[in-house]
């Protein structure tokens, strides 16, 4: 079996952290990840950048409609995910527009927090 | 403190392309905050050595020229004093370096690099008031304190507004270019929605801080002639232009010296700007004429166009102006179309047929201005003679109206039902 873990934490309180704090979750992260590479369960896994870098897309009647924010429907639920490489962001939504779901749910494309 | 010729005649130039100088850069640094930053420097560096030195030959390109080496200064000292995120500045670095500053000198690039920047404040991608306030600091050259005034915000709220505006460009990665063909259109629709609702914010208020409003509708026009400019023949560009200076030509007519509404019947021909209206005239039948599809703005143009022609002619052209909110309402169907429409239908076919037209708009529901609704029924349901029925509606209307100048004239008009003898008309 494979599973995806979503993270979810508050980003606001996140801003709040102090270097040293942030510092510290970083390299639990970093060593949560070493141990389950190590443990041959690790597939891949990236962070995001946060939600006010997100665009939402969805296709209605073959009409793409772009729109600023992570706002995904009360009743759409996460139903998968593709990681993609695209050169900017009009390349990632004319991808995005064409992902099945884009025609009844919505594709949020959320860019990758590169890892320095 | 005067200032001296010379800084005058600096700051004079500064005026005329401080917008063209921020596109360049942006292209050439990829950055929309770094290169606001080395524009600043290089204005900083003109001021101190154009007084004493003299006015380049190419004021442009001197300042865009030194603005690019400020900003890889930066960019090297930021590298090495915390290179935090090397790759990213490194990449801004090859970037500025590569291109050569010789290549920017011609206008059109200059032009192309406003497009771009136009393109990229209006992005899909970045919500309507980060679209128009974007737009109206990067392209207007506007401050920040000024954008705010127009929007009724704070200048802390509008600089925070400006700077999520620009991180969300540059997190999610939204290109500085040109779109593609497929997408041209369809951007070109985005940049004109945001131009439009500046020339509405402007327009549409008829109370407040006036002057500020007055200011918008100006920036408007001169955004669609600036796209006009740019990108010459697009019908709906002409079209936009056109309604914007048509319906900018009847400002002064418009509102009284106390702030009160002059309906289009009553206005002064004489307070309407001719010149402006014959320029709008001209671009409408261009964009009409002009092959593919029809452009609702053109069409809207169209019908200020009648109006404003109403006067020179004796008559206004009402079958017209039918006809064409009839192709309005295939275009771009809305509540606020149809009920235009009536009024139209009852210059023609008189009070009860728009009458109906307007009770079954009502009954569909949906709309948003009802006091106009109101208001509407209430003019035909007097036209009809049925006072009782007609002093009720302009009731509705007035209470729910929320502009003071709209408040007046309804009130105005209820007030006329005492001193009007109860004549059928």
Known sequence: MQYLLLIYASESEETKMNEAAMAKVLSEYHEFTQGIVQGGQFKGAERLRPVASASTVRVRNGKTVITDGPFAETREQLGGYYLIEAKNLDEATAIAARVPSARFGSVEVRPIWPIT | ?425
Request: charged share 25%; hydrophobic share 50%.
């Open chain 2, 1 to 425: 403190m005067i200032a001296s010729p010379a800084v005058v005649a600096v700051e004079d130039v500064f005026r005329r392309e401080a917008g063209r100088v921020l596109a360049t850069l942006i292209r050439l640094l990829g950055d929309f905050e770094l290169a606001e930053e080395a524009r600043q420097e290089a204005f900083a560096a003109a001021l101190e050595q154009w007084p004493s030195n003299g006015i380049p030959s190419n004021p442009r390109a001197w300042l865009v020229d030194v603005g690019r080496n400020k900003a890889i200064d930066q960019i090297r000292r930021q590298a090495l004093f915390r290179s935090k995120y090397p790759d990213l500045e490194f990449a801004a670095l090859d970037q500025a370096a590569a291109v050569s500053p010789d290549d920017q000198e011609d206008d059109a690039a200059f032009g192309d690099d406003r497009l771009r920047l136009i393109f990229t404040c209006c992005h899909p991608a970045l919500n309507i008031e980060a679209q128009v306030a974007l737009t109206l600091r990067a392209i207007c050259g506007l401050s920040v304190e000024a954008v705010a005034r127009a929007f009724l915000v704070g200048e802390d709220t509008m600089a925070q507004r400006l700077v999520r505006a620009k991180k969300k460009i540059r997190d999610a990665g939204i290109p500085y270019e040109t779109p593609p063909p497929q997408l041209l259109d369809e951007r070109i629709a985005g940049a004109l929605a945001a131009v439009y609702l500046v020339f509405t914010e402007g327009y549409a208020v008829t109370s407040g801080a006036a002057l500020i409003r007055e200011d918008l509708c100006s920036e408007a026009i001169r955004l669609g002639r600036l796209l006009d400019a740019l990108l010459p023949d697009r019908p709906a560009i002409q079209g936009l232009l056109a309604l914007m200076l048509l319906h900018d030509a009847r400002r002064k007519a418009r509102v009284t010296a106390v702030g009160d509404v002059v309906l289009l019947e009553d206005q002064d021909h004489s307070l309407w700007n001719w010149p402006q209206i014959d320029e709008g005239l001209i671009l409408v039948e261009r964009a009409l004429r002009a092959r593919g599809p029809v452009s609702p703005y053109a069409v809207q143009a169209a019908i200020a166009a009648l109006h404003a022609r109403a006067p020179r002619e004796g008559a206004t052209d009402w079958p017209q102006i039918v006809g064409l909110y009839q192709v309005l309402m295939r275009l771009q169907p809305s509540p606020v179309v149809e009920l235009n429409h009536a009024v139209a239908v009852s210059m023609t076919d008189g009070p009860a047929r728009a009458l109906d037209l307007v009770d079954s708009l009502a009954a569909r529901g949906g709309i948003d201005d009802y006091h106009l609704l109101a208001a509407v029924r209430a003019r035909l349901l007097q036209g009809l003679g049925r006072r009782d029925e007609a002093l009720a509606a302009y009731r509705a209307a007035l209470a729910a109206a929320k502009l003071e100048p709209e408040r007046r004239l309804l009130a105005r008009r209820i007030a006329e039902f005492d001193s009007l003898p109860q004549l059928p008309i």
